[in-house]
């Protein structure tokens, strides 16, 4: 038990604590000074996990900020900067970002359920349900599948769009959460279409309808499931936050499960930091995404080759791989995760970076990255004292 490590961690989360919630870094840099949707629940997640009533305080707060901000059409913030005069909202940059809503779901649930407070649920089930609402919206075909426009989610520089594996998983997981606690038939029912439908169009050798059957038969599956798909066709590289949350999920068979484990533990090992690389593999200056991932970002391009969403390495995505692991019993393979998430925070005298080339292992992105450290609060909480995320 790396004891050492936990209260590193610990101590990041409070410095990261504002009186608006949690903010992404505890650097003074702008855009990481303020609540994000995403890493402010992720952090409460490892919140919750460590049992610290101010960590725990400062989530409650991360969640009403987000709700406060909340677009009347149901628009979660993706993040939120509040300061003596003014409150800056943003709903995304070159593209909005989904994952916000379901996120913000998820954290008002996981909230409720841990601190045994149903009135959270009934406080916020207004926004709750215009979320959800919208959430239909976006399907725009009402097949049960939202559609994720490029840069929609927290792979903001990288090529999923469509119908990306993650963002369908995010919303089974919001949508079980709620359900925990409405005990809706609707809602069940809603819940099966999504995962019938995550199973016909994802899950190689489905017999069932299929959105896109033409570019379904002509992708080539491995073993693990495709990031996303459009009209264009699949996209087939390896999404490790994905397939992490679909086992944690424990959508589709086990053998596909197993292989999903096998391929992303052998990979994690293959590298220098003994960790899954968040995309795999690395999109080059001759690969035909290439032009593509180039032109999809806003300030400067930061997706070379084995960095950030291009094959980088993160703390935050091994942490919920971890959290897979240890879900279908490989506890052994969590223990390894977990040390080598701890030492790669702990490079540069406990720097928390938020991300790290994978064949140099040169740290990239801002360092005391907020949910760098919630990554391994949240595992080290699930080994070690049995801390179940709600499913």
């Known amino acids: 038990m790396d004891t050492l490590s936990y209260n590193k961690s610990l101590e990041l989360l409070h410095k990261v604590s504002s009186a608006s919630g949690f903010v992404a870094s505890a650097e003074d840099t702008s855009n990481y000074k303020r609540v994000w949707a995403r890493d402010g629940v992720i952090c409460g997640l490892a919140a919750l996990a ?54 913000f779901i ?32 976006w399907e725009f075909n009402n097949r049960h599948l ?98 992490s949350l679909l086992l944690l999920l424990n959508i589709g068979p086990s053998k596909v499960h197993e292989e999903i484990i096998n391929f992303s533990f052998d990979l994690a090992k293959s590298t220098k930091l003994g960790l899954v690389p968040a995309f795999w593999p690395p999109i080059f200056e001759s690969d035909q995404h290439w032009n593509l991932l180039k032109d999809n970002c806003k300030y400067e391009f930061r997706n070379f ?8 390495s993160w703390s935050m995505v091994n942490g919920f791989f971890a959290l897979g692991l240890l879900a279908h019993s490989e506890k052994e393979k969590t223990n390894i995760i977990l040390n080598n998430i701890n030492k790669a925070n702990a490079i540069e005298e406990y720097s928390f970076y938020e991300n790290f080339n994978t064949d140099t292992t040169t740290p990239n992105g801002v360092s005391n990255c907020a949910w760098s450290a919630a990554a391994a609060v949240l595992v080290h909480q699930a080994i070690n004292n049995n801390f179940k995320i709600v499913l």
Not at 52 to 60: A, C, M
Not at 71 to 92: C, R
Request: aromatic share 14%; net charge negative; charged share 20%.
């Open 305 to 312: 080759p084995y960095e950030f969403h291009n094959g980088g």
């Open 106 to 137: 998820i954290g008002i649930c996981q909230y409720a359920f841990h601190t045994n407070d149903n009135t959270f649920i009934t406080k916020y089930e207004v926004e709750i349900e215009k979320a959800l609402h919208l959430l239909e919206a």
């Open 146 to 243: 939202i559609y994720v426009p490029l840069s929609g989610n927290w792979a903001d520089e990288y090529i999923t769009d469509g119908y990306v594996l993650y963002d369908q998983l995010l919303r089974i997981w919001a949508l079980k959460n709620y359900n925990n606690f409405k005990k809706s038939e609707k809602l069940a029912l809603k819940i099966k279409h999504i995962v019938e439908q995550v199973e016909s169009n994802f899950l190689p050798n489905s017999n069932q309808e299929k959105f896109h059957e033409r570019a379904y038969n002509e992708t080539d599956f491995k073993a693990y499931l495709p990031c996303s798909f459009s009209p264009s066709g699949y996209k087939n590289q390896f999404d490790a936050f994905a397939n």
């Open 50 to 103: 460590s049992g610290d009533e101010k960590l725990i305080e400062t989530f409650r707060i991360t969640l009403e900020t987000l709700a406060n901000n909340q677009h009347e059409i149901g628009t979660i913030p993706s993040n939120v900067m509040i300061n003596e005069n003014t409150t800056d909202v943003s709903y995304g940059g070159l593209a909005g970002r989904v994952d916000a809503v379901t996120w």
